[in-house]
Nanobody
């Protein structure tokens, strides 16, 4: 079992920055994907970025160059640094772990945090 807890969301103006954190506890493994998804009102949950405990990365095309995912293995924590935020980045951001299938598919994940709201005003 893995427990995930996100923090760091909030309200920011377009062009601003936020850093999200996801603290993991329980049975994490060195090959497991830790992934950020987001869900805007009326839209499907969307892959944003992923990192494995040994450093493999993946990003949604529209956030590449603006968002950076990183991790602190000693703290079992994953971060999502979001720069140059746009109103279309507004969503609830979720941390997920333990995929059993394609890592970009939210249906593959067994473990989820509660989500943190990110709102970008224009």
């Amino acid at each position: 079992q893995v427990q995930l807890e996100e923090s760091g969301g909030g309200l920011v103006q377009a062009g601003g920055s936020l850093r999200l954190s996801c603290a993991a506890s329980g049975r994490t493994s060195s090959s497991d994907y830790m992934t950020w998804f987001r869900q805007a009102p009326g839209k499907e949950r969307e892959f944003v970025a992923t990192i494995t405990w040994n450093g493999n990365l993946g990003y949604l095309n529209s956030v590449m160059g603006r968002f950076t995912v990183s991790r602190d293995n000693a703290k079992n924590t994953v971060y999502l640094q979001m720069n140059s935020l746009k109103p279309e980045d507004t969503a609830v951001y979720y941390c997920a772990a333990g995929p059993t299938g394609a890592y970009r598919n939210w249906l593959s994940y067994r473990y989820w945090g509660q989500g943190t709201q990110v709102t970008v005003s224009s």
